[in-house]
């Protein structure tokens, strides 16, 4: 029989029932270090007082109207992540998937309204993910996602992570964007050098196709910038936004240039949910928190000790991990063993890490993280390999 819950997670035996920063505490009373923030998504950590009473706040005077009407708290947060990127304009989502979705119609319609209708192609990146829409999906295009789900979208190209010549003959006067993560997550923390960033920069610029940036799992300070692609000094045209944004509330955003989303007028796109009051007083919050003086300085210094501690981790186990990758706080360990082994191992040493392709365990701290936590978490690690490695 099928269970209640439709089956497409195979779960771990944990009940978390409430979460302190970065603790998680089990339903039986132990508590989890958490390095996986739900996948990249508790940016403040748990139960963050700013983000709390944001919530509660918004709660007791109104929930949803719609965007049939203005929403102040949607105002506000736009013009807040206006003025902190290259962006002219947001338009607020529930989830990465669904701004996905929109970066894909947004770069299609801009080409569409200039006259150029055919120009409906989006070049990705292998290891690349975008979500599970069927757009999401064929951008991937790997047997693992799509199969059974066909008949796919058409007008994506996919190309080698990395290798500059096959995009260079990828590009076509049917290219209508690049997609790139600038830190891939799920594919397994693999960071886009800043040439690689620059150099699709000025391949858009040359093919007047639109660079669109996801960084729907590297965005919201992970990285220790606002947002990855700056550690470039390039910007996107689109860029798709989730996860840390709403720090555990549903929210996600698409961000665009206006001339990128100058095809994007009234009628051409919507959602009920999006950019409710709720998801954009908790958004505003999270913005303030990673915006304020120091925050972002914080992160990358932490993020520097954090990845210190796992180069000692990995010479002293070489046997278990194989190099540390990433930047900030997106970490990733290339495992040895099996990283699903290693994962439940770390629930045994009650530490949360995240699973990736390319057998690595993504480390996606709250960036609240403490330098003690940062301490605790590299003496657990080094418990987790001692135990896969059969002396713990
Ligand atoms: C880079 C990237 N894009 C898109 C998505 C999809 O986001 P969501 O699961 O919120 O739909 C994810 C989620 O892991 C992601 O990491």
Redesign the pocket.
Known sequence: MIPSVLPTYSRAPLHFVKGEGSWLIEEDGRRFLDLGSG??VAALGHAHPAIVQALTDQAQKLWHVSNLYEIPQQQALADRLVAATFADTVFFTN??????ELGVKMARKYHYERGEPDRVEIITFSG??????SA?IAAVGTEKMVKGFGPLLPGFVQVPWGDMEALEAAVSERTAAILI?PV???GGINVAPDTVLKKLRALCDESGALLMA?????GMGRTGRLFAHEWAGVAPDIM?V??GIGGGF?L?AVLATGAAASGMTAGTHGSTYGGNPLGCAVGLAVVEAITAPGFLEEVRRKGALFRQKLEGLVAGNPEVFEEVRGTGFMLGLKCRPANGDVVKAGYEEQLITVPAADNVIRLLPALTLGDDEIAEAADRLDRVAKRVAGHG
């Open positions: 996948i990249a989830s990465g998937t669904e701004s996905m690349a993910f975008h979500g599970r829409s999401a993560e891939q997550g799920e996801d960084e729907i799992q590297s798709l989730a996860k549903p996600g």
